[in-house]
């Protein structure tokens, strides 16, 4: 296949608007997945990903398709949705010339469609907008072509109207795509020159590396290198995806495909990495800026005797996400543990089901905390990710110049009549509302700088229960501010307990304080003594809550003569003991650590 028969694309879209559904659709039509009615989103292969509906991870898949009489191969990049993950888009989206912006005609434009065709627009991508759930009774195809035409100044009049569901005009996808995205640029007969946008472990073959071919050609048995590290590799295997790893031959010029090579271990792996042949050197392409992790998180062993095993699991698990930071980290109050950095809490969230799931493991997670920084009167600037490492009171005073935080530009887009909720929700988060515009008469889009530790909180589920689930929200980092913050801390009779500890902003400390205290008095469960709960920061106490004792003779009478009752009991009693944490005398479950910084 020379360059003008290959077109290599993806499909952006809002969560839930049918990117994987449509996928699905279109490997069917060219025969690459038999129709069975039982693919359900063949390109979402984790088992989390299946269950959540979401698409965790970038998966591509290539396609052969005749039209106008010639042969064409089309390489299909399936792309995750969701805000947390748009690193993996924009890497993606480096590999294709084209790609379908794809909206819910129900729905209409949302935060994430908003986000996602700035991406592509910002890579000079062709982008091809459709209509999907044409079949819906609520589908209003007319009213979201003209949302599409006033937002992104696309002329509405060609736009596709499909369901992906049933099939409907899903025909007509891939001749748009032939001929209104560009073919890939590049030469046969230059030296080769691939981009690395993709890089999973198989248990099999070992490292794959997933490539956009931009020169030349390469195949088994040729020697590259990465121009990143200098490292020469042997290429034991290329193929493409059908969807499997399937081996070809060779990967020519403007293909996506994949090689394998001796790389020991993913690490060796760098995304946006440009590989050339040995003794023929070429300029790198622009390589992409790694992943940062914005959400961190303690992990620690319920059971001390599993960190060797948990260690274990992590680094599998960590083999295959490498956009997961992971450092040793020790706590007076849990042990030994790691703390961990994603890229935002549905990141975090789908690790932790990982790790339980597919390793069996016990673990307890510390609330999420964002990366603040420190600017010292010494001139050193330090990165905190760990609120206890926070400097105290009598340093703040001292030593620390100014306290920073990130932030983030948001879009949110809702009904009109939830303008007012909106505009509290962002303010109640020390938001600074920038402007508001209407998509269409009805909708509006709302931009605002929100710091990003009140979004890893509760933002999400706010804005949903205010706007009856009709707002959406996305949003991109946009640097450090300076922000008055202040360490709480955590005492449980007396002693402080550092896992417990929370960074915030002064004008929170009291309101958070009292809060903290609280909820941790309703999930401390009662024991033979007394437990105080106190909450301080600079130096003074916020509040105080007692956890008053049990007293042995009740306990005795409630559990009575019922045998059944009391088997039940003692059974919730050992499931709860599985998350328990023992921290000096007292037993804390897992709430307790995750009720910090959780607003009510
Ligand atoms: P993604 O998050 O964009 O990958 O969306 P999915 O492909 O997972 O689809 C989300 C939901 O919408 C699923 O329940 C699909 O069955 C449904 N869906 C997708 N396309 C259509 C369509 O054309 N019509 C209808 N009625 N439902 C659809
Ligand atoms: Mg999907």
Same mark, same amino acid.
């Given at each position: 296949?020379?360059?003008?028969?290959?077109?290599?694309?993806?499909?952006?879209?809002?969560?839930?608007?049918?990117?994987?559904?449509?996928?699905?659709?279109?490997?069917?039509?060219?025969?690459?997945?038999?129709?069975?009615?039982?693919?359900?989103?063949v390109?979402?292969?984790?088992?989390?990903?299946?269950?959540?509906?979401?698409?965790?991870? !970038?998966?591509?898949?290539?396609? *052969?398709? /005749?039209?106008?009489?010639?042969?064409?191969? #089309? =390489?299909?990049? &399936?792309? $995750?949705?969701?805000v947390?993950?748009?690193?993996?888009?924009?890497?993606?989206?480096?590999?294709?010339?084209g790609?379908?912006?794809?909206?819910?005609?129900?729905?209409?434009?949302?935060?994430?469609?908003v !986000?996602?065709?700035?991406?592509? *627009?910002? /890579?000079?991508?062709?982008?091809?907008?459709? #209509? =999907?759930?044409? &079949?819906? $009774?609520?589908?209003e195809?007319?009213?979201?072509?003209?949302?599409?035409e006033?937002?992104?100044?696309?002329?509405?009049?060609?736009?596709?109207?499909?369901?992906?569901?049933?099939?409907?005009?899903?025909?007509?996808?891939?001749?748009?795509?032939?001929?209104?995205?560009?073919?890939?640029?590049?030469?046969?007969?230059?030296?080769?020159?691939?981009?690395?946008?993709?890089?999973?472990?198989?248990?099999?073959?070992?490292?794959?590396?997933?490539?956009?071919?931009?020169?030349?050609?390469?195949?088994?048995?040729?020697?590259?290198?990465?121009?990143h590290?200098?490292?020469?590799y042997?290429?034991?295997e290329?193929?493409?995806?059908?969807?499997?790893?399937?081996?070809?031959?060779?990967?020519?010029?403007?293909?996506?495909?994949?090689?394998?090579?001796?790389?020991?271990?993913?690490?060796?792996?760098?995304?946006?990495?440009?590989?050339?042949?040995?003794?023929?050197p070429?300029?790198?392409?622009?390589?992409?800026?790694?992943?940062?992790?914005?959400?961190?998180?303690?992990?620690?062993?319920?059971?001390?005797?599993?960190?060797?095993?948990?260690?274990?699991?992590?680094?599998?698990?960590t083999?295959?996400?490498?956009?997961?930071?992971?450092?040793?980290?020790?706590?007076?109050?849990?042990?030994?543990?790691?703390?961990?950095?994603?890229?935002?809490?549905?990141?975090?969230?789908?690790?932790?089901?990982?790790?339980?799931e597919?390793?069996?493991?016990?673990?307890?997670?510390?609330?999420?905390?964002?990366?603040?920084?420190i600017?010292?009167?010494?001139?050193?600037?330090?990165?905190?990710?760990?609120?206890?490492?926070?400097?105290?009171?009598?340093?703040?005073?001292d030593?620390?110049?100014?306290?920073?935080?990130?932030?983030?530009?948001?879009?949110?887009?809702?009904?009109?009549?939830?303008?007012?909720n909106?505009?509290?929700?962002?303010?109640t988060?020390?938001?600074?509302?920038?402007?508001?515009?209407?998509?269409?008469?009805?909708?509006?889009?709302?931009?605002?700088?929100?710091?990003?530790?009140?979004?890893?909180?509760?933002?999400?589920?706010?804005?949903?229960?205010?706007?009856?689930?009709?707002?959406?929200?996305?949003?991109?980092?946009?640097?450090?501010?300076?922000?008055?913050?202040?360490?709480?801390?955590?005492?449980?009779?007396?002693?402080?307990?550092?896992?417990?500890?929370?960074?915030?902003?002064?004008?929170?400390?009291?309101?958070?304080?009292?809060?903290?205290?609280?909820?941790?008095?309703?999930?401390?469960?009662?024991?033979?003594?007394?437990?105080?709960?106190?909450?301080?920061?600079?130096?003074?106490?916020?509040?105080?809550?007692?956890?008053?004792?049990?007293?042995?003779?009740?306990?005795?009478?409630?559990?009575?003569?019922?045998?059944?009752?009391?088997?039940?009991?003692?059974?919730?009693?050992?499931?709860?003991?599985?998350?328990?944490?023992?921290?000096?005398?007292?037993?804390?479950?897992?709430?307790?650590?995750?009720?910090i910084?959780?607003?009510?």
């Amino acid at each position: 296949y020379p360059p003008e028969r290959i077109r290599n694309f993806s499909i952006i879209a809002h969560i839930d608007h049918g990117k994987s559904t449509l996928a699905d659709r279109l490997l069917e039509l060219t025969g690459v997945i038999t129709k069975s009615g039982k693919n359900k989103q063949v390109l979402d292969k984790l088992k989390v990903e299946r269950e959540r509906g979401i698409t965790v991870k !970038a998966q591509s898949a290539s396609m *052969f398709f /005749e039209h106008d009489g010639d042969k064409y191969l #089309l =390489n299909l990049i &399936d792309t $995750p949705g969701h805000v947390d993950f748009s690193y993996e888009v924009s890497r993606s989206l480096a590999a294709c010339q084209g790609t379908i912006l794809l909206v819910d005609a129900a729905q209409g434009i949302q935060a994430q469609t908003v !986000a996602n065709f700035y991406l592509a *627009f910002g /890579e000079g991508l062709d982008v091809i907008p459709i #209509l =999907n759930k044409v &079949d819906l $009774p609520t589908a209003e195809p007319e009213r979201a072509a003209q949302q599409i035409e006033s937002t992104f100044e696309i002329d509405s009049s060609n736009i596709l109207r499909i369901s992906a569901k049933s099939g409907l005009g899903v025909d007509q996808v891939l001749p748009a795509i032939i001929e209104k995205t560009a073919p890939p640029q590049g030469s046969a007969d230059k030296p080769f020159k691939a981009l690395l946008f993709d890089t999973w472990y198989d248990t099999y073959v070992g490292v794959v590396c997933l490539m956009a071919i931009k020169d030349g050609s390469i195949k088994r048995g040729d020697r590259i290198v990465s121009s990143h590290s200098g490292t020469k590799y042997e290429v034991t295997e290329v193929g493409i995806m059908h969807p499997e790893q399937t081996p070809t031959t060779q990967l020519q010029v403007g293909q996506v495909g994949y090689i394998v090579c001796n790389m020991k271990s993913i690490a060796e792996a760098h995304v946006g990495d440009t590989f050339y042949r040995e003794k023929c050197p070429v300029e790198a392409l622009p390589g992409f800026v790694p992943a940062k992790s914005m959400v961190f998180a303690g992990v620690f062993p319920i059971d001390a005797g599993e960190f060797d095993s948990l260690n274990e699991s992590i680094q599998k698990l960590t083999l295959n996400d490498s956009s997961v930071s992971v450092h040793k980290e020790t706590s007076a109050a849990l042990g030994q543990g790691w703390r961990l950095g994603f890229l935002g809490t549905l990141h975090m969230d789908v690790f932790r089901q990982r790790l339980e799931e597919e390793y069996d493991a016990n673990v307890l997670i510390t609330s999420p905390t964002v990366p603040y920084q420190i600017k010292y009167t010494d001139g050193v600037t330090k990165f905190i990710r760990t609120p206890a490492d926070f400097p105290d009171a009598a340093t703040m005073q001292d030593f620390v110049e100014s306290t920073m935080e990130p932030y983030v530009s948001a879009t949110l887009i809702f009904p009109e009549k939830y303008l007012g909720n909106m505009l509290e929700l962002c303010t109640t988060h020390r938001g600074e509302i920038q402007n508001h515009t209407f998509i269409d008469e009805t909708r509006v889009m709302l931009k605002c700088q929100l710091p990003m530790a009140e979004i890893v909180t509760d933002f999400f589920d706010k804005l949903k229960s205010k706007s009856q689930g009709f707002a959406s929200f996305d949003y991109e980092e946009s640097g450090y501010q300076s922000s008055d913050l202040v360490k709480m801390e955590v005492l449980l009779n007396s002693e402080p307990v550092d896992a417990l500890a929370a960074v915030m902003h002064k004008n929170s400390v009291v309101t958070v304080g009292r809060d903290i205290a609280k909820r941790l008095k309703e999930v401390i469960r009662r024991q033979l003594f007394d437990i105080i709960i106190q909450t301080a920061a600079n130096g003074k106490i916020v509040a105080r809550e007692t956890v008053k004792q049990l007293r042995k003779n009740v306990t005795a009478k409630c559990y009575g003569g019922d045998i059944t009752r009391k088997m039940k009991l003692l059974n919730r009693q050992k499931e709860g003991k599985k998350r328990m944490k023992r921290i000096g005398k007292v037993e804390l479950p897992q709430e307790a650590f995750l009720s910090i910084m959780t607003k009510s």
